[in-house]
């Protein structure tokens, strides 16, 4: 079976950082683009990150600077750094990974960033 399992969220203080993982199973994963996706209660879900295969990074324009997607396909597994953080960054973040018609979404982790 195909799992995505996030981790690392947590309550911080603004101006804090994280660093959240999410760790695939069953794909092959680097044929697989990999994502990373918000959504607080109320909103729909929001595009942060995304990284291809070969590690070729994009992000969301409201996110460029403060986060940093990265891959280590060795161990199955994508990042996302999360530096000078602020109270709107709390949400629940999703990992996503897709290959041509085929994509996946983990259950997310919760981020908290709260004084």
């Known amino acids: 079976q195909v799992q995505l399992v996030e981790s690392g969220g947590g309550l911080v203080q603004p101006g804090g950082s994280l660093r959240l993982s999410c760790a695939a199973s069953?794909?092959?994963?680097?044929?697989?683009?990999m994502a990373w996706y918000r959504q607080d209660p109320g909103r729909q879900r929001e595009f942060v990150a995304q990284i291809t295969g070969d590690g070729s990074p994009h992000y969301a324009d409201s996110k460029t600077g403060r986060v940093t997607i990265s891959r280590d396909n060795a161990k199955n597994t994508v990042y996302l750094q999360m530096n000078s953080l602020k109270p709107e960054d709390t949400a629940v973040y999703y990992c996503?990974?897709?290959?041509?018609?085929?994509?996946?979404w983990g259950q997310g982790t919760q981020v908290t960033v709260s004084s």
């Open positions: 996503y990974a897709a290959y041509s018609s085929i994509s996946y």
């Open positions: 069953g794909i092959t994963f680097s044929f697989y683009r």
